[in-house]
Protein backbone atom coordinates (compact mmCIF):
# COMPACT_ATOMS: atom_id res chain seq x y z
CA UNK A 1 0.00 0.00 0.00
CA UNK A 2 1.15 3.48 -0.69
CA UNK A 3 0.71 5.69 2.93
CA UNK A 4 1.63 9.06 0.94
CA UNK A 5 3.02 10.88 -2.12
CA UNK A 6 5.00 13.14 0.57
CA UNK A 7 7.92 10.91 -0.09
CA UNK A 8 10.21 13.29 2.44
CA UNK A 9 11.93 11.13 4.61
CA UNK A 10 11.98 13.17 7.73
CA UNK A 11 8.06 13.35 7.00
CA UNK A 12 8.05 9.52 6.18
CA UNK A 13 8.69 8.99 9.52
CA UNK A 14 5.91 10.25 11.29
CA UNK A 15 3.76 8.94 8.45
CA UNK A 16 5.08 5.18 8.77
CA UNK A 17 4.71 5.34 12.35
CA UNK A 18 0.83 6.03 12.66
CA UNK A 19 0.20 3.95 9.29
CA UNK A 20 1.81 1.10 11.13
CA UNK A 21 -0.44 1.50 13.85
CA UNK A 22 -3.10 0.04 11.71
CA UNK A 23 -1.21 -2.36 9.04
CA UNK A 24 1.85 -4.87 8.97
CA UNK A 25 5.18 -3.85 7.27
CA UNK A 26 5.19 -5.98 4.54
CA UNK A 27 2.13 -3.92 3.56
CA UNK A 28 3.97 -0.44 3.62
CA UNK A 29 5.87 0.65 0.16
CA UNK A 30 8.51 2.72 1.30
CA UNK A 31 10.48 4.94 -1.63
CA UNK A 32 13.98 6.29 -1.23
CA UNK A 33 13.51 9.64 -3.20
CA UNK A 34 16.08 12.39 -4.66
CA UNK A 35 17.57 14.88 -2.52
CA UNK A 36 16.39 17.63 -2.20
CA UNK A 37 12.80 16.17 -1.78
CA UNK A 38 10.73 17.14 -4.36
CA UNK A 39 7.71 18.28 -2.37
CA UNK A 40 9.59 19.56 0.80
CA UNK A 41 13.19 20.60 -0.60
CA UNK A 42 14.33 19.10 2.13
CA UNK A 43 18.06 17.63 1.95
CA UNK A 44 18.62 14.45 3.69
CA UNK A 45 22.07 11.63 3.38
CA UNK A 46 21.10 9.00 1.22
CA UNK A 47 21.38 6.29 4.28
CA UNK A 48 18.66 8.41 6.05
CA UNK A 49 16.87 7.95 3.28
CA UNK A 50 17.17 4.26 3.24
CA UNK A 51 16.92 3.43 6.65
CA UNK A 52 13.65 5.32 6.87
CA UNK A 53 12.17 3.32 3.58
CA UNK A 54 13.82 -0.21 5.24
CA UNK A 55 11.02 0.29 7.74
CA UNK A 56 8.48 -1.84 5.35
CA UNK A 57 8.69 -2.88 1.78
CA UNK A 58 11.44 -1.08 0.09
CA UNK A 59 11.59 0.66 -3.51
CA UNK A 60 13.65 3.39 -4.98
CA UNK A 61 11.59 6.26 -6.32
CA UNK A 62 15.03 8.34 -7.60
CA UNK A 63 16.58 9.56 -10.87
CA UNK A 64 19.54 6.76 -10.39
CA UNK A 65 20.95 8.94 -13.66
CA UNK A 66 21.49 11.97 -11.69
CA UNK A 67 23.46 9.71 -8.41
CA UNK A 68 26.68 9.90 -8.58
CA UNK A 69 29.23 6.58 -8.52
CA UNK A 70 29.39 7.22 -4.38
CA UNK A 71 25.87 7.08 -4.18
CA UNK A 72 25.63 3.86 -6.46
CA UNK A 73 27.99 1.90 -4.52
CA UNK A 74 26.23 3.18 -1.20
CA UNK A 75 23.00 2.51 -2.76
CA UNK A 76 24.08 -0.86 -3.87
CA UNK A 77 25.17 -1.72 -0.02
CA UNK A 78 21.98 -0.39 1.46
CA UNK A 79 19.90 -3.09 -0.90
CA UNK A 80 22.05 -5.88 -0.01
CA UNK A 81 21.51 -5.24 3.65
CA UNK A 82 17.77 -4.89 3.10
CA UNK A 83 17.77 -8.35 1.45
CA UNK A 84 19.26 -9.43 4.31
CA UNK A 85 16.86 -8.07 6.82
CA UNK A 86 13.84 -8.01 4.60
CA UNK A 87 12.62 -11.21 5.72
CA UNK A 88 12.76 -10.08 9.94
CA UNK A 89 11.16 -6.10 8.87
CA UNK A 90 8.23 -8.40 6.35
CA UNK A 91 7.26 -11.47 8.68
CA UNK A 92 8.89 -10.57 11.91
CA UNK A 93 6.87 -8.62 15.38
CA UNK A 94 7.57 -5.14 15.27
CA UNK A 95 7.79 -3.10 18.15
CA UNK A 96 7.82 0.80 17.97
CA UNK A 97 9.86 1.34 20.72
CA UNK A 98 10.61 5.18 20.60
CA UNK A 99 8.50 7.69 18.93
CA UNK A 100 10.01 10.86 17.06
CA UNK A 101 6.88 13.19 18.93
CA UNK A 102 7.87 12.20 22.05
CA UNK A 103 11.72 11.08 22.47
CA UNK A 104 14.63 12.07 21.19
CA UNK A 105 14.63 9.80 18.11
CA UNK A 106 12.25 7.42 16.51
CA UNK A 107 13.25 4.11 16.99
CA UNK A 108 11.89 0.84 15.76
CA UNK A 109 12.63 -2.72 16.41
CA UNK A 110 11.61 -5.91 14.31
CA UNK A 111 12.24 -9.41 16.27
CA UNK A 112 12.00 -12.70 14.20
CA UNK A 113 9.59 -14.97 14.51
CA UNK A 114 12.21 -17.47 15.97
CA UNK A 115 13.86 -14.48 18.37
CA UNK A 116 17.23 -15.59 16.11
CA UNK A 117 17.56 -12.28 14.84
CA UNK A 118 17.16 -8.56 15.65
CA UNK A 119 16.62 -5.44 13.74
CA UNK A 120 16.37 -1.50 14.95
CA UNK A 121 15.96 1.00 13.18
CA UNK A 122 16.67 4.80 14.52
CA UNK A 123 16.09 8.42 13.09
CA UNK A 124 16.65 11.54 14.79
CA UNK A 125 16.52 15.12 12.77
CA UNK A 126 17.47 18.41 13.33
CA UNK A 127 15.30 18.93 16.72
CA UNK A 128 16.42 16.03 18.42
CA UNK A 129 20.56 16.07 17.49
CA UNK A 130 22.51 17.22 21.30
CA UNK A 131 18.97 16.37 23.36
CA UNK A 132 21.32 14.01 25.13
CA UNK A 133 21.74 10.37 25.54
CA UNK A 134 18.80 8.31 24.91
CA UNK A 135 18.77 4.52 25.21
CA UNK A 136 16.09 2.79 23.93
CA UNK A 137 14.88 -0.51 25.33
CA UNK A 138 14.21 -2.94 23.23
CA UNK A 139 11.55 -5.46 23.85
CA UNK A 140 10.49 -9.49 23.65
CA UNK A 141 14.22 -10.46 23.76
CA UNK A 142 15.39 -13.84 26.25
CA UNK A 143 16.41 -11.83 29.71
CA UNK A 144 19.04 -14.85 29.69
CA UNK A 145 20.29 -14.93 26.00
CA UNK A 146 23.48 -13.49 24.64
CA UNK A 147 23.25 -10.95 21.65
CA UNK A 148 25.70 -10.37 19.01
CA UNK A 149 25.93 -7.01 17.64
CA UNK A 150 26.61 -8.10 13.79
CA UNK A 151 28.52 -5.11 12.54
CA UNK A 152 30.75 -4.34 16.14
CA UNK A 153 30.97 -7.92 17.35
CA UNK A 154 29.71 -6.87 20.70
CA UNK A 155 27.85 -9.52 22.55
CA UNK A 156 24.85 -7.81 24.88
CA UNK A 157 22.76 -10.04 27.44
CA UNK A 158 19.24 -9.43 26.34
CA UNK A 159 18.16 -8.10 29.95
CA UNK A 160 20.30 -5.48 29.62
CA UNK A 161 19.35 -4.52 25.76
CA UNK A 162 15.57 -4.36 27.69
CA UNK A 163 16.37 -3.31 30.82
CA UNK A 164 19.34 -0.69 30.43
CA UNK A 165 18.75 -0.10 26.87
CA UNK A 166 21.22 0.61 23.80
CA UNK A 167 23.55 3.81 22.90
CA UNK A 168 22.24 4.93 19.98
CA UNK A 169 24.35 8.35 19.66
CA UNK A 170 23.17 10.99 17.85
CA UNK A 171 26.01 12.36 15.40
CA UNK A 172 24.59 14.60 13.25
CA UNK A 173 21.48 17.12 12.61
CA UNK A 174 19.90 14.49 10.99
CA UNK A 175 20.55 10.85 10.94
CA UNK A 176 19.95 7.39 11.69
CA UNK A 177 21.13 3.80 11.90
CA UNK A 178 20.72 0.20 11.19
CA UNK A 179 21.47 -2.43 14.19
CA UNK A 180 21.43 -6.11 13.72
CA UNK A 181 22.05 -8.72 16.33
CA UNK A 182 21.75 -12.48 16.35
CA UNK A 183 20.96 -14.48 19.39
CA UNK A 184 23.86 -16.41 20.74
Not at 159 to 173: E, I
Amino acid sequence: MWTSDNTDAWDRVRIQEGFSQVYPPQVMMNWVTDSPNWLTGRRLPLSFRFHVAMAGGLGIGGDLLRWTGDELAEAATLIASYKEIRPVIQRGRLYRIASVDRDPLGAWQYLARDGSDVVLLGWWGPDQCGTGLFRPRLAGLDPAASYLDLATGREHMGASLMDVGLDLRQTADSGSTLVRFRRR
